[in-house]
Nanobody, 123 residues
């Protein structure tokens, strides 16, 4: 059974930083591309960043977070991270990690999802 468990969310002031972690189990982690999405109240789920399964770890970012967020993975720990810097109140949302054997920003590509972790940025 595939499990993705996010952690690291919380309350932070604008301009601050957080690092989210997503621990994966029940899948061949090295074979999966991993991504982070978020969903704010009354808004659609939004792609943030992805990192590929292949050597070199190709990454892709949404324009809204490019330069502020960094995705990385540790295959030895079956964990993917999202380092978030220069946080803004509009970054407030539930953050989800997801896994796919494909590649791309569309949420429909991802058939494995975590339960989410809340990030709240105060002004």
């Amino acid at each position: 059974q595939v499990q993705l468990v996010e952690s690291g969310g919380g309350l932070v002031q604008a301009g601050g930083s957080l690092r989210l972690s997503c621990a994966a189990s029940g899948l061949a982690f090295r074979s999966y591309s991993m991504a982070w999405f978020r969903q704010a109240p009354a808004k659609e789920r939004e792609f943030l960043a992805a990192i590929s399964s292949w050597s070199g770890g190709t990454t892709d970012y949404a324009d809204s977070v490019k330069g502020r967020f960094t995705i990385s993975r540790d295959n030895a720990k079956n964990t993917v991270y999202l380092q978030m810097n220069s946080l803004k109140p509009e970054d407030t949302a539930v953050y989800y990690c997801a896994a796919t054997t494909g590649w791309g920003p569309r949420s429909s590509l991802y058939n494995n999802w975590g339960q989410g972790t809340q990030v709240t940025v105060s002004s």
